[in-house]
C-alpha cells in the first residue's frame, strides 16, 4: 500500500483550504498513493476561537468535497480533523472515506489536549471541544487500519485496542507544538509503532510561525521495527511511504509481543 502523508499550509479562509487539500489529493493520486492523509484541523485555524466558528454538521462543505473527490479519484481518504457540530457540542473529528466516497470511519478525537507545560505550551481544547468515546478502526482491501487523532496517540490503551482487533496502521492526524515536538513527535510514533508491531503514519500542518498555534510539521511514517521510513521538515510538502503490510507477521514472529501478552498479570492490586 503506498500512503501519501499531505502536509499542508493551513490558512483563515476555509474554502481555500479545502480547495488546497482537493489539490494536494489530486497530486497523491497521480503519484500513486491508494490511500492520503490529511493534517489535524486541515480547514481551520487550530485555536479555540475559530472552531465553533469554523465547524459543520453532517455533510458539511469540507466532508461533501472529501466524499466527491475519494469517490472520483478511486482514493482511500483520511480527511485530517475538522470542528464537528452536533447539538450544542463541537469535536475535532476525522472522517474517512473509501473508493466509492463511501464513508468507513468517523473518529472523535477521544483525549483532549489539555495542558500547561511549565515555561512552553498551554493550550485547553476543553474550553470548546467535547471528547469522543470510541476507539476507531477501518476495513480496507489491504487490511483493517486504525485511526487516532494527535493527543490520542500519547495514550498506549488506545492504540493497543486497535491493533488486537487486527489494525495494520494507525494513522494520525495531528498537530503537535513547538514545546511538545522536539521532544515527543518521533519519539510517540516510533514507541506505538515498536510496542504495537504496526505501521504509525502521522500528518501534520505546515509551519507557520505567524499562527496563534504553531505547528511543528514533521509529518511521519514508521515501519513496525520502529524504523522512520520518512519524515518532513517545517515547510508544506507530501511525503509518500511504502508500506510493506507483509512484514507485520514475519515482526511479529521474531519478536512475540503481542502473542506473549500475560494478561492475567496486568491488573493494579493492592499488596
Not at 468507513?104 to 468515546?133: C, M, T, W, Y
Not at 495514550?155 to 515527543?184: D, Q, S, W, Y
Request: net charge negative; glycine share 8%.
Amino acid at each position: 500500500m503506498r500512503a501519501a502523508l499531505i502536509q499542508m499550509r493551513v490558512t483563515r479562509d476555509k474554502g481555500e483550504n479545502i480547495a488546497a487539500a482537493c489539490r494536494k489529493l489530486r497530486e497523491a493520486k497521480t503519484r500513486g498513493a491508494d490511500i492520503a492523509v490529511l493534517p489535524e484541523m486541515f480547514c481551520c485555524p487550530y485555536d479555540n476561537a475559530c472552531f465553533r466558528a469554523y465547524g459543520e454538521e453532517a455533510g458539511g462543505q469540507a466532508q461533501s468535497a472529501l466524499s466527491a473527490l475519494a469517490a472520483e479519484l478511486e482514493l482511500y481518504v483520511v480527511g485530517g480533523s475538522l470542528p464537528e457540530l452536533e447539538g450544542d457540542r463541537v469535536y475535532n473529528t476525522s472522517f474517512v472515506y473509501g473508493r466509492r466516497g463511501q464513508l468507513l470511519a468517523r473518529h472523535r478525537k477521544a483525549h483532549l489536549f489539555d495542558i500547561d507545560v511549565e515555561g512552553g505550551q498551554r493550550f485547553k481544547e476543553s474550553d470548546v471541544l467535547s471528547p469522543g468515546n470510541a476507539v476507531t478502526t477501518f476495513e480496507t482491501e489491504s487490511g483493517l487500519m486504525g485511526l487516532c487523532i494527535c493527543f490520542d496517540l500519547r495514550f498506549e490503551e488506545l492504540i493497543r485496542c486497535m491493533c488486537l482487533r487486527g489494525a495494520k496502521c494507525v494513522f494520525v492526524p495531528a498537530a503537535f507544538n513547538m514545546t511538545t515536538g522536539p521532544a515527543h513527535w518521533e519519539l510517540l510514533f516510533r514507541q506505538r509503532a515498536v510496542d504495537n508491531q504496526c505501521f504509525t503514519l502521522g500528518a501534520a500542518p505546515a509551519r507557520d510561525e505567524g499562527a496563534s498555534y504553531v505547528s511543528y510539521g514533521n509529518s511521519i511514517a514508521v515501519d513496525p521495527w520502529g524504523t522512520v521510513l520518512c519524515r518532513a521538515g517545517a515547510e508544506e510538502t507530501a511525503l509518500y511511504a511504502g508500506l510493506d503490510l507483509s512484514c507485520i507477521e514475519a515482526v511479529r514472529a521474531q519478536l512475540p509481543i503481542l502473542s506473549a501478552r500475560r494478561t492475567d498479570l496486568y491488573e493494579v492490586r493492592e499488596r
